[in-house]
């Protein structure tokens, strides 16, 4: 049961290239989320999906951007790469329509860097 | 809107000592609570979390935590420190009800263990 699969592992961009950051998961979960870690910021959200075809916002979506064509797969995509950009990026999922308590299942994360 | 506040970016203990890592919370709705260990280079891993059925949860490598409503708080802890804790440990609310996915973190809490 592979989980949550995140690729690739690291990636380094130059400033205005685009990159699609690939997220597949095998539980059929219905919610899929991207994350960035920075150093002291915790974890922040991206954007989010509650099934196929429905995303939204979350708190720092700018510069990024989804879509959910099937219940398995969430690509993160960034359009023109900013320095600010440089992070540790997750994707993680659960199931839906158990009142909240089921935990968020985490990838190993993409390792980004753009110069 | 629900926050996290993790008291100590960095915690250091001697190995068998007491770990004490401290989370407060603030929900307008009860909260669904989590705890989650990050070792390095890899992505987050669930220690435990609080659904109400019990204030006092019991976690994963001897970790356990305390629901304490009346000062928002849910500490984590464990008698004895191991080298092997030596991680980062997050802090994380969800809100009830079936819509509510969104897991909202705290900055994080690195702890290092002394020999």
């Known amino acids: 049961n592979a989980g949550v699969t995140q690729t690739p592992k690291f990636q380094v961009l130059k400033t205005g290239q685009s990159m699609t950051l690939q997220c597949a998961q095998d539980m059929n979960h219905e919610y899929m989320s991207w994350y960035r870690q920075d150093p002291g910021m915790g974890l922040r959200l991206i954007h989010y999906?509650?099934?196929?075809?429905?995303?939204d916002q979350g708190e720092v979506p700018n510069g990024y951007n989804v879509s959910r064509s099937t219940t398995e797969d969430f690509p993160l995509r960034l359009l023109s790469a900013a320095p600010s950009q440089t992070s540790v990026y997750f994707c993680a999922s659960t199931r839906s329509g158990t009142g909240g308590n089921s935990p968020l299942h985490f990838g190993n994360g993409t390792r980004l860097t753009v110069t | 809107a629900q926050s996290v506040t993790q008291l100590g970016s960095h915690v250091s203990v001697s190995e068998g000592a007491l770990v004490l890592l401290r989370c407060n919370y603030s929900?307008?709705?009860?909260?669904?609570l989590f705890w989650y260990v990050q070792y390095p280079n890899q992505g987050l891993q669930l220690l435990l979390k609080?659904?109400?059925?019990?204030?006092l949860v019991k976690g994963i490598n001897g970790f356990e935590a305390e629901f304490k409503k009346s000062e928002t708080s849910f500490h984590l802890t464990k008698p004895s420190a191991h080298m092997s804790d030596a991680a980062e440990y997050f802090c994380a609310v969800k809100g009830s009800g079936a819509g509510s996915y969104q897991l909202t973190f705290g900055k994080g809490t690195k702890l290092s263990v002394i020999p």
């Open positions: 929900s307008s709705v009860p909260p669904y």
């Open positions: 999906s509650v099934g196929a075809g429905i995303t």
């Open positions: 609080y659904t109400s059925a019990a204030t």
